[in-house]
T-cell receptor
Framework: KAGVTQTPRYLIKTRGQQVTLSCSPISGHRSVSWYQQTPGQGLQFLFEYFSETQRNKGNFPGRFSGRQFSNSRSEMNVSTLELGDSALYLC?????????????FGPGTRLTVL | AQSVAQPEDQVNVAEGNPLTVKCTYSVSGNPYLFWYVQYPNRGLQFLLKYITGDNLVKGSYGFEAEFNKSQTSFHLKKPSALVSDSALYFCAVRDTAYKYIFGTGTRLKVLA
């Protein structure tokens, strides 16, 4: 089975721009979660989508949004980028984390905001 | 507030020696606890989980973790460390709202 894929792997943007990141989960997985990873902060939960519905949300400003398509692929959008948004953005998929628990992570998209 | 703490930013251990990476948690109700490992330029890989049952959980690559309810700890252990175990390790707990809370990570360095 193919693993979780994320595109692009690297992005460089400037302040004020917007960015869209993409995540393709493992085939058959209906849940996709997004995390922001920064040094010293660990992983911060952004949101979870399950069957095209946002099921859970972390404590991030409204500039961070996401969506999930009928094929379970998910996108994350960040508008009006700030320097502090520079991070590794990780996507994780699972059948349903409310049952099985473990998540399968993609390699991440490294976003640099200049 | 529900939280996870990994008190050590880095752990150094000699190859062949036992290793322990510490994790404590604070969560309401029965905890779902996890360990993940991250190698450079890679996403996180699942190692093991505790939901219920035996306090000693065995996982991938020879790792195990001990759940201690009274000390609210879930330390990761391995009897004999390998240089290839050098990586960043994350402890995580699922809170009552089904959100996953991760620790800040512990960098394990196994010295040859």
């Amino acid at each position: 089975k193919a693993g979780v894929t994320q595109t692009p792997r690297y992005l460089i943007k400037t302040r004020g721009q917007q960015v869209t990141l993409s995540c393709s989960p493992i085939s058959g997985h209906r849940s996709v979660s997004w995390y922001q990873q920064t040094p010293g902060q660990g992983l911060q939960f952004l949101f979870e989508y399950f069957s095209e519905t946002q099921r859970n949300k972390g404590n991030f400003p409204g500039r961070f949004s996401g969506r999930q398509f009928s094929n379970s692929r998910s996108e994350m959008n960040v508008s009006t980028l700030e320097l502090g948004d520079s991070a590794l953005y990780l996507c994780a998929s699972s059948l349903d984390p409310r049952r099985e628990g473990e998540q399968f992570f993609g390699p991440g998209t490294r976003l640099t905001v200049l | 507030a529900q939280s996870v703490a990994q008190p050590e930013d880095q752990v150094n251990v000699a190859e062949g020696n036992p290793l322990t990476v510490k994790c404590t948690y604070s969560v309401s109700g029965n905890p779902y606890l996890f360990w993940y490992v991250q190698y450079p330029n890679r996403g996180l890989q699942f190692l093991l989980k505790y939901i219920t049952g035996d306090n000693l959980v065995k996982g991938s690559y020879g790792f195990e973790a001990e759940f201690n309810k009274s000390q609210t700890s879930f330390h990761l252990k391995k009897p004999s460390a390998l240089v290839s175990d050098s990586a960043l390790y994350f402890c995580a707990v699922r809170d009552t709202a089904y959100k996953y809370i991760f620790g800040t990570g512990t960098r394990l360095k196994v010295l040859a």
